[in-house]
């Protein structure tokens, strides 16, 4: 990556018409992990799913830190190198961690989350994901989703060609068709990125991504002076937008060291 470093702000509000917020983010900034979860399950089970997809992550990046020949809890995928192995292990161990925990505990049953985590290593960004939470890539003045929604909705999108104004009124627009804690294993997409100096990657719940267009997002995080301000601004246009929704951001980038 030459002299470069990655520098991160997170952030997360309740919105304007929960009660209460189900969404966590977790920035790791020694190890280069980045995670924001949005929680489902009500009651206070949303949220204890988030909080443990964000802990066990950093938690397993941790111990595989300190001692590199820990035994994985899942085997190597051969096809992945180990940064990637590494990455989509924190994510299905998190995965069976909330599973196991929601059957043990019948008032956590069916709770689950979406997971959206970024994690950079020398010469870029391996992005990981499971449901409709996204991550984009800001660079040169072009946004770029790099993430793709698992959604009833894109699925239906992907099969037929729906319009604009069906899309707009799809019924079933909150129905995510995998998550965190469904099953005790789970498919985790995954890519790699090779990053530039000046790149800006937004990890964001949906309560971001529904009532804030792309070219809005855009906008903010290049007229903000720094990522904080840019974290706070999102959140307040989601806010403006209706607020439906948890709001979670984190915004990565990447600087001259």
Not at 83 to 90: A, F
Request: overall charge negative; glycine content about 8%; hydrophobic content about 40%.
């Amino acid at each position: 990556m030459g002299q470069l470093r990655i520098e991160a702000v997170g952030e997360t509000n309740v919105g304007m018409k929960r009660g209460h917020n189900e969404d966590n983010f977790g920035l790791v900034d020694k190890l280069g992990l980045y995670v924001v979860a949005d929680g489902m399950g009500g009651h206070a089970s949303g949220e204890v799913a988030s909080k443990m997809a964000v802990d066990v992550m950093a938690d397993f990046f941790d111990a595989t830190e300190a001692d590199p020949d820990r035994t994985w809890p899942f085997k190597m995928d051969r096809s992945r190198g180990y940064e990637e192995n590494r990455l989509v292990t924190s994510v299905k161990l998190a995965n069976l961690r909330i599973f196991e925990s929601a059957q043990r505990d019948p008032r956590q049953r069916g709770m689950g989350t979406t997971l959206v985590s970024l994690f950079a290593v020398e010469d870029g960004v391996y992005v990981a994901h499971v449901g409709d939470s996204r991550v984009y890539r800001v660079r040169e003045g072009v946004i770029e989703q790099l993430t793709e929604d698992h959604s009833l909705l894109n699925d239906y999108i992907k099969m037929k060609k729906l319009t604009p104004e069906e899309i707009a009124n799809f019924p079933h627009k909150n129905v995510i068709v995998r998550a965190l804690g469904m099953k005790d294993s789970v498919k985790v997409d995954t890519r790699f990125e090779s990053s530039r100096a000046n790149d800006t990657y937004l990890l964001c719940s949906d309560g971001l991504s529904g009532p804030v267009t792309d070219d809005q997002i855009l906008a903010i995080v290049q007229n903000a002076p720094d990522l904080k301000t840019a974290a706070s601004n999102l959140i307040a246009a989601a806010n403006a937008n209706g607020g439906p929704d948890n709001v979670t951001v984190v915004l990565a980038r990447w600087v001259e060291a």
